[in-house]
């Protein structure tokens, strides 16, 4: 550091990035801590209050005294300590970086550096950054109060493992274990994971776990024409969401030379398949006033999840390496063949909606949000060419064909009884 930049120092004063003490006391612990849990910093010893240089020289006593307290917190920070001459008066500068395995604690608590103080933590700030560093998970954390065997879910248990190809040899109790699902001693306890994949009263013990699939009139939240909300067991909440946007999106149908009927949905069902899975697995559980979210709108489908992205935005799409959430859903996720753990699944639903020419869009924020457009009757292949059934195409005694079908959905503009439609048509079924 030059003399000029130091008198710059000392004009701007303390900041979000600095601190003046005048002397080595056990409270620049409390500076380490701030600046260690925010973006970083550094302490000047040997200022006054009216940042007038008062000087402190960095004898081995006073550099031994600083590293011990850097050392004594949890986990020890890795600072550099530096003399600085100013004027025939020495300071020292301690330099602080942001610490990659917050939060970092002192002996007096927990600490984040605001404007120029460093405040305490209050308890949901440190839960946070525990949350957020995954230094705990709700997957891993158990309910004591959930009774094992009786509120144990047998049939999803067995439905799991024929996913997982698994044959059951030993105790079940052990493979359950194995897998992440609880913990076996005296008394076999689930976590969470295990609740809620195989609990068969769920919803007593994590009620904030299911998945809420809502079909809108029009392209705003207003009239809701169908909703369903899944609450049976993961991978079964998956399955029925899944339906729900097979039931309620539009399919083309293909027929090339003389050959089989082929089926290709609006959006394709590998992009839906990710943002589906991805919602479910990667949200955040911590999180009780909030679902995965997946609704359907006339121009778009979106599928939403609390929880705010492992990783940089920018990063989007371009990572090989999975960030997990909940490792252990991940791996039973994974175990089941729907997922890989290469990091992909945001770009292959990239890759499968450019295939089709749509656009698919990424918000992020406490909410992590995938929004597919859907393309617009016009959009689909061109009907009445041997890639579609044509518009003409007469209806059988079993359903309608397109001219019938259109007909319908104009004269139900307005209500009309099941009655009325099939007069229109000449049919008594």
């Given at each position: 550091m030059k003399k000029k930049e130091f008198e710059e120092i000392l004009k701007t004063g303390e900041g979000a990035k600095l601190e003046f003490k005048k002397s080595v006391t056990p409270g620049i612990g409390r500076e380490l801590s701030a600046f260690a849990n925010t973006a970083g910093g550094r302490i000047f010893i040997g200022i006054d209050d009216k940042n007038q240089v008062q000087g402190c020289r960095l004898s081995n006593q006073s550099k031994s005294r600083i590293q011990d307290i850097a050392n004594n917190c949890d986990p020890r920070i890795s600072i550099r300590i530096d003399p600085f001459k100013y004027k025939d008066k020495e300071v020292i500068v301690i330099t602080v970086p942001e610490s990659i395995d917050k939060p970092v604690q002192c002996s007096d608590g927990f600490f984040l550096r605001e404007g120029a103080n460093s405040q305490k933590m209050t308890r949901s700030e440190i839960f946070y950054w525990a949350q957020k560093t995954?230094?705990?998970?709700?997957?891993?954390?158990?309910?004591?109060?959930?009774?094992?065997?009786?509120d144990f879910n047998d049939t999803a248990f067995a439905e799991?493992?024929?996913?997982?190809?698994?044959?059951?040899?030993?105790?079940?109790?052990?493979?359950?274990?194995?897998?992440g699902l609880g913990k076996n001693g005296k008394e076999f306890k689930m976590n969470n994971a295990g609740i809620m994949l195989l609990g068969k009263k769920r919803d007593l013990y994590i009620r904030q776990v299911y998945v809420t699939c809502v079909l809108f009139k029009g392209t705003e939240k207003i009239k809701i024409i169908d909703r369903k909300d899944f609450r049976d067991g993961l991978f079964q909440d998956y399955d029925n969401a899944f339906k729900f946007l097979q039931q309620h999106l539009r399919?083309?149908?293909?027929?090339?030379g003389g050959g089989p009927r082929k089926e290709i949905p609006e959006i394709p069902y590998e992009a839906l398949k990710e943002a589906l899975l991805n919602a479910i697995i990667h949200r955040d559980y911590f999180e009780i006033g909030?679902?995965?979210?997946?609704?359907?709108?006339?121009?778009?489908?979106?599928?939403?999840?609390?929880?705010?992205l492992l990783f940089e935005k920018e990063q989007i799409g371009k990572r090989t390496v999975s960030v997990a959430r909940n490792p252990i859903l991940f791996d039973l996720f994974n175990r089941m063949q729907l997922i890989e753990k290469v990091g992909t699944g945001i770009k292959r639903i990239i890759s499968a909606v450019?295939?089709?020419?749509?656009?698919?869009?990424?918000?992020?924020?406490?909410?992590?949000?995938?929004i597919f457009s859907r393309p617009g009757l016009d959009e689909i292949s061109e009907i009445g060419t041997m890639q579609a059934p044509s518009r003409h195409q007469a209806g059988t005694k079993l359903a309608p064909g397109w001219h019938q079908a259109y007909k319908i959905l104009e004269y139900c503009r307005e209500a009309k009884s099941i009655i009325d439609i099939m007069a229109i048509f000449d049919r008594k079924d």
């Open positions: 995954r230094k705990i998970r709700y997957e891993d954390q158990f309910h004591e109060d959930f009774k094992y065997p009786e799991l493992m024929k996913r997982m190809n698994v044959t059951i040899t030993g105790q079940r109790e052990d493979l359950l274990q194995n897998l399919l083309e149908y293909v027929i090339e909030a679902r995965v979210m997946v609704e359907i709108f006339d121009d778009r489908v979106e599928i939403s999840n609390p929880g705010e450019a295939e089709r020419n749509l656009s698919v869009e990424f918000e992020t924020g406490t909410f992590f949000t995938v």
